[in-house]
């Protein structure tokens, strides 16, 4: 996995793209504006390159799916085929609806039968996605300090070598990796950003947690 590009450009995308900058991965950001691209080339220093959804795809060997779920199929229908056929996509959505939290508990568009990861893997068959960096802020996303101890970034994917790739790179990125199986796993995997983001909905409490899967 070198050259990664990266399809979105808020926090999410900006915190990955300088996360495998720092480790050494080649990366594109995409943006569909043009005055953007040139923005993010601004903020991400001189080794990254920026341009549209379509050309990040076809530089990239892995991608990173960092948009808004309700707009995650139409940004990857905007990259040619050929240019998803047999990639890895870490998908890092979460299906927040845009009703309001209700105590603190965000709305999901989706239901406990279908993930948005599992919408997308149908949508794209020939690409091979991997669920990740959904279940934390961004802030936390690279280098997370917790005093020594590494936090549990839970991934899921039908692909083993797509998964072993994104793997890898959470492992440089300070994350334990707790694999858990094949796509409907994200079923569960989703719904853990609606627990993450309890505190900071409640409280304004966004840096000091993540999760950990303890074994004996």
Known sequence: MTNVGIIGSGVVGIALAKGFIKYGYNVMIGSRDKAKQQELLSSLGTTARAGDFNEVA?????IVLAVKAKGAISALALCD??????????????PVDDLPPENGVLRFFTNLDESMMEQLQKAFPAAHFVKAFNSVGNGLMVDPDFGGVKPSMF???NNENAKKEVGEAITRFGWEVADMGAME??????????????PGLRENEWMGHAFKMLKK
Request: glycine share 6%; with cysteine; aromatic share 6%.
């Open 81 to 94: 085929a050929e240019n998803l056929k047999g990639k890895t996509i870490i998908d890092t959505t979460n």
């Open 185 to 198: 796993a994200a079923r569960a995997i989703e719904p853990l950003c609606m627990l993450w983001c309890i």
């Open 58 to 62: 076809a530089f990239a060997d892995t």
């Open 155 to 157: 991934i899921c994917g």
